[in-house]
């Protein structure tokens, strides 16, 4: 396991009504809501009768993370295939604690990176990259722990990057970083409806045990 800090990188919560009740991690995740909300990116739009996806979430939940340079956003979504995953999108910085989302790249996470994802995430894999997104195969994201030079503590750098742009990158706190491994969780569960988030992490820590790609 590595090492956890708390950079300074809050994720505001939003104000909803009173959730119904829910069980496991369901809970647990609308403690993160949100309070920037935005429009769909153009993989997850529909029409004026369909509302976007939020799978078991509020409509038009998300997480983001800020930081100087960039901020990143996770938010729930699902493949044309019908498999539960997120949305990892990046704006670059326009100015103080503005971001352009308009000119945001975004990024699926697809059913085979979900648990390498949620394994860097949780601080049980070091780093994982995702190459080849998007209709043209020129999008991608890299998520690895790496140690703060100034005092040797450890955090998270999540990286966007899409060709013909600049690199979107932010470092995110150990606990920003199990709040987003929540929302993949969650996810990931409602593909496999009888398994628990406790299941899933000790397979995870596991099959670690191993050399794996």
């Not at 997850?44 to 996806?53: A, D, F, K, T, V």
């Not at 699902?78 to 949305?87: K, L």
């Not at 990158?169 to 406790?198: C, F, K, R, W």
Request: charged fraction near 15%.
């Amino acid at each position: 396991m590595f090492q956890n800090q708390y950079y300074q990188n809050p994720v505001h919560p939003n104000d909803h009504p009173e959730p119904q009740p829910m069980s496991g991690y369901q809970a647990q995740e609308q403690l993160y809501q949100n309070n920037v909300a935005h429009l769909p990116s153009n993989n997850q739009q529909h029409n004026n009768q369909e509302p976007r996806y939020s799978g078991q979430f509020d409509p038009y939940f998300n997480l983001k993370c800020h930081g100087t340079k960039a901020a990143i956003e996770l938010k729930p979504s699902i493949t044309q295939g019908g498999w539960h995953t997120v949305m990892l999108e990046g704006a670059n910085s326009i100015g103080e604690r503005k971001f352009n989302w308009q000119d945001k790249t975004s990024v699926q996470i697809t059913k085979t990176e979900l648990l390498p994802v949620i394994a860097v995430l949780l601080g049980i894999r070091e780093g994982f990259e995702g190459k080849a997104h998007g209709v043209q195969k020129n999008k991608g994201f890299n998520i690895k722990w790496q140690q703060n030079q100034r005092d040797n503590t450890m955090n998270v750098f999540v990286s966007i990057f899409e060709a013909n742009k600049p690199m979107k990158g932010v470092p995110i706190s150990a606990y920003d970083a199990l709040m987003l491994s929540h929302l993949a969780i969650s996810q990931y569960i409602n593909n496999m409806p009888q398994l628990t988030p406790e299941a899933l992490i000790n397979s995870l820590k596991s099959i670690h045990r191993h050399t794996i790609a």
